[in-house]
């Protein structure tokens, strides 16, 4: 594989376990505006776990479930705070995050933290493709059935007898292990992070990534992370090769104006529910509007 | 009394410094189509929401089946056999109709083995069946991808209903089940309560139309401002001058009222 194509894999992988894991929260209702802080955590405990002399692949399970422990913890606070005030919440935790890593020197502080060992596409392919199918297979579930409805109507998903707090807290937890997943390869495949890389504007575009690829289905993170990762660098292809700068210099405003229009035109995201099963079942699926009503009326 | 599915005594409720139950009590015999009628605010929901634990209740005891649950938490009282549709739809509007229907089973489906089950991966999975054949059942049919968003009102009613008995409980709780069907449908409705009814289940129904209480009910509590006014069988309730004070100030028959528009309002919460 050439060097460029591998790099823009690698990039697309790691965006779409970021969107999972943000993903899982969102579809029970949960705006999590934290990514960041996950992927923080997850790339450091495994560089540091593996500088402590554990093998890799002992290093990325081991910082998934220290990070799970931190979000299990932090969850029952954060879950008490509801829309835009868990935005707040999430978004303060991963400052805290950054904050204190800036600050640890045995971490490397402001000056960055080396990782040894190194994990190429063959291993982070891989590990995209069992996330992806654990999300699906996650969704299908009867978990996910309670995490849809909870989405929907939590006093009405709660009268039905679903734990409500402990699938929000199933879903967080779970997703900010992804989210370390994704940091830990992060780490290894680039075999150097710094904080500064993991700010709040990538926290933004993982959100973006969920909300407009719709979080009704596990299709949405796929299709959401794919096109907001494969758009903007094919602008920049497309710029390079025509020598038209203009096209690369103004794709931000294309990028934001995409956004603006799919929100308006596309509230739900991108990919929806009744797409995802009209496209199962082609013909026999009904019209849509058609009146399903009673049989004998 | 092993003989009620429910009784309810001294239950008091307030919101601020309104008193919207007052002393409430009464039972619910095992097998009975029992109905909760009275006037728009007279607290028909209210009760419902304090059974269900929507609301903690300020005073008062409720026994579902000889165990009291007063103070279980409301996610676990379906466990215990009571299930409720709601005044105003609250179907999840994401979701298929069948996966709103497996919603009702959730509480029969509580174990990890169950949770982890995918049920949309195994198409003709038995819990989806079952959801299917009840809809069948009531008189519905349905396709694949079939939001409940879109669909006309009197078939989300019905919706709601066999998500309620899905649960398979011992009490069913529903609240204005007819309302806003026509004829045809409350028909449907009718028979298909008849017929979980003669399966065992116990009815408790908030209805203002009191023909279709008429048609399915055999017994009749009536409240009226938080209180409760009037208990007895559906022959009696037209006659009882305090029924027909408080639904019409006057002495005029209470038939009249039966297509009285059954006000929202509050009804929201649950
Ligand atoms: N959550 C609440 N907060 C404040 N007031 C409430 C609340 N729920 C109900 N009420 C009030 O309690 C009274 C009874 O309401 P409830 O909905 O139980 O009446 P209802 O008998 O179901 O009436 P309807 O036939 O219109 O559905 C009303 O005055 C209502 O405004
Ligand atoms: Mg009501």
Redesign the interface.
């Known amino acids: 594989m050439s060097g460029y194509l591998e790099s823009q894999l690698i990039i697309l992988c790691l965006n779409v376990i970021y969107a999972y894991g943000i993903f899982l929260p969102a579809a029970s209702g949960q705006l999590n505006l934290g990514a960041a802080g996950f992927i923080t955590i997850g790339a450091y405990s495994s560089a540091w776990i593996n500088a402590s002399g554990a093998p890799m692949y002992i290093a990325i399970p081991a910082s998934m479930l220290f990070c799970a422990a931190i979000a299990f913890t932090i969850a029952f606070p954060i879950l008490r705070t509801r829309g835009v005030y868990m935005v707040l919440a999430t978004f303060a935790f991963a400052e805290v995050v950054a904050g204190l890593i800036i600050n640890l020197e045995f971490l490397g502080a402001a000056a960055g933290y080396p990782v040894e060992s190194h994990a190429d596409y063959l291993v982070v392919v891989p590990v995209t493709i069992l996330v992806v199918l654990l999300c699906f297979f996650l969704m299908s579930t009867r978990l996910g059935l309670a995490m849809r409805s909870i989405h929907d109507d939590e006093a009405v998903a709660t009268l039905f007898g679903v734990d409500v707090r402990l699938a929000k807290v199933a879903a967080f937890t779970l997703g900010a292990a992804l989210m370390s997943l994704g940091g830990a390869l992060y780490g290894h495949h680039y075999n150097y992070i710094e904080t500064q890389t993991f700010n709040v504007l990538l926290s933004i575009y993982i959100l973006l990534y969920v909300l407009l690829g719709g979080t009704q289905t596990a299709w949405g993170p796929l299709v959401g992370a794919a096109f907001f990762t494969v758009v903007p660098e094919a602008l920049r292809q497309i710029a390079t090769a025509s020598g038209h700068a203009w096209i690369a210099d103004s794709r931000f405003i294309f990028f934001g104006a995409i956004i603006v229009l799919m929100m308006v035109f596309r509230p739900e995201g991108l990919v929806t529910r009744t797409m995802v099963d009209r496209a199962a079942t082609p013909f026999g699926g009904g019209r849509s509007g058609a009146a399903p009503a009673a049989r004998t009326a | 009394m092993a003989d009620n599915v429910l009784s309810i005594e001294g239950l008091h409720k307030s919101f601020g410094g309104l008193k919207v139950i007052d002393d409430v009590g009464f039972a619910v015999k095992r097998g009975s189509r029992t109905a909760l009628i009275g006037p728009n605010g007279a607290g028909k929901t209210t009760v419902f929401n304090l059974l269900?634990?929507?609301y903690p209740v300020d005073e008062g005891t409720m026994v579902l089946d000889g165990r009291d649950i007063t103070r279980v938490p409301?996610?676990?009282?379906?466990?215990f056999g009571m299930?409720?549709s709601?005044q105003n739809i609250?179907l999840?509007?994401?979701?298929?109709?069948v996966?709103n229907v497996?919603?009702?089973q959730?509480?029969r489906?509580?174990r990890l083995g169950?949770?982890?089950?995918?049920?949309?991966?195994m198409p003709g999975n038995r819990?989806a069946r079952a959801a299917k054949e009840a809809l069948?059942d009531a008189?519905?049919?349905?396709?694949?991808?079939?939001?409940v968003a879109?669909?006309?009102y009197g078939?989300q009613k019905r919706i709601e209903v066999v998500?309620a008995m899905i649960?398979q409980p011992k009490l069913l709780l529903l609240d204005e089940p007819a309302a806003g069907l026509n004829q045809?449908?409350a028909q449907?409705l009718l028979a298909l309560l008849e017929k979980v009814s003669a399966s065992g289940v116990t009815l408790l129904v908030v209805e203002h139309d009191m023909h279709f209480v008429h048609n399915l009910c055999d017994h009749v509590a009536v409240l009226n401002f938080g209180k409760k006014i009037f208990e007895g069988t559906p022959a009696q309730v037209n006659d009882d001058p305090l029924v027909r004070e408080a639904y019409l100030g006057s002495d005029t028959s209470m038939a009249g009222q039966q297509n009285a528009a059954p006000a929202a309002g509050a009804a929201d919460a649950?």
């Open positions: 269900t634990g929507v409301a996610k676990d009282r379906v466990i299930s409720r709601f609250r999840m509007p994401h979701l298929s109709t996966e497996m919603l009702g959730h509480a489906a509580r169950d949770l982890l089950y995918p049920l949309g991966l819990w069948e008189g519905l049919e349905t396709y694949p991808g079939q939001v879109n669909l006309p078939v998500r649960s045809v449908e449907q649950p």
